[in-house]
């Protein structure tokens, strides 16, 4: 049984989450996409938000003979997966610049938790740049983020925001 967490803010989920996802889906049995519960950040999004969209875009995914999932957490990635009873960390990279930060997390996550493996996918080109960040701050200048968004995931901001 190879399963795998994807953990994540997903605040809210983007295209570029799902090519990760798509990618990782031939090398796992199960992935559990993770909602990390973060009370440091102001969300868009609260986590049951989060989870109920991506839990209806699931279905657009197929599988590919993998079961996904969705959760949510607090507290430590690595002591969520071992929960879990994971045996992957799938994250994604986009840029160099993600790379300081990911080997990080990853070397720390291996501390804690020596069985379960870091797994990294390399961006999907069309979306390297795409982040939930971005998407936010160029939905809210009233900038267009269709084919980087899920359209579901759009017209969710666009109900949070109608006067934008
Ligand atoms: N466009 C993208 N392409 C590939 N990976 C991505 C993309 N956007 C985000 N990711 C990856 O998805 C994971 C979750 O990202 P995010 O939701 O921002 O949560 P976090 O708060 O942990 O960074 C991270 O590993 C991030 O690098
Ligand atoms: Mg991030």
């Known amino acids: 049984m190879r399963k795998a967490i994807f953990p994540g803010s997903f605040d809210p989920l983007t295209n570029g989450h799902l090519d990760v996802i798509r990618r990782s889906l031939p090398l796992f049995d199960e992935i ?3 909602v990390l519960n ?12 989060r989870c109920e969209m991506i839990r209806e875009i699931i279905p657009s995914l197929g ?4 079961e996904i999932s969705v959760a949510s957490f607090s507290g430590l990635t690595a002591h969520f997966a071992r929960e879990m009873e994971a045996t992957a960390i799938v994250r994604g990279i986009r840029a160099v610049s993600d790379y300081e930060y990911e080997l990080r997390m990853a070397l ?8 379960i493996e870091t797994v990294f996918f390399m961006a999907g080109e069309p979306f390297s740049y795409v982040s939930s960040t971005l998407m ?8 267009r983020v269709d084919g980087l968004i899920p359209e579901l995931v759009e017209a969710k901001m ?5 006067d934008r």
Do not use: H, T, W, Y
Request: net charge positive; charged share 30%; proline share 10%.
């Open 63 to 66: 599988g590919n003979g993998c």
């Open 158 to 162: 666009r109900a949070k925001l109608p």
């Open 38 to 49: 973060n009370p440091d950040k102001a969300p868009m999004f609260s986590v049951e938000e």
């Open 32 to 34: 559990v996409i993770s």
């Open 136 to 143: 936010k701050q160029v939905f809210l200048l009233g900038g």
């Open 108 to 115: 720390m996550n291996r501390k804690l938790e020596p069985e």
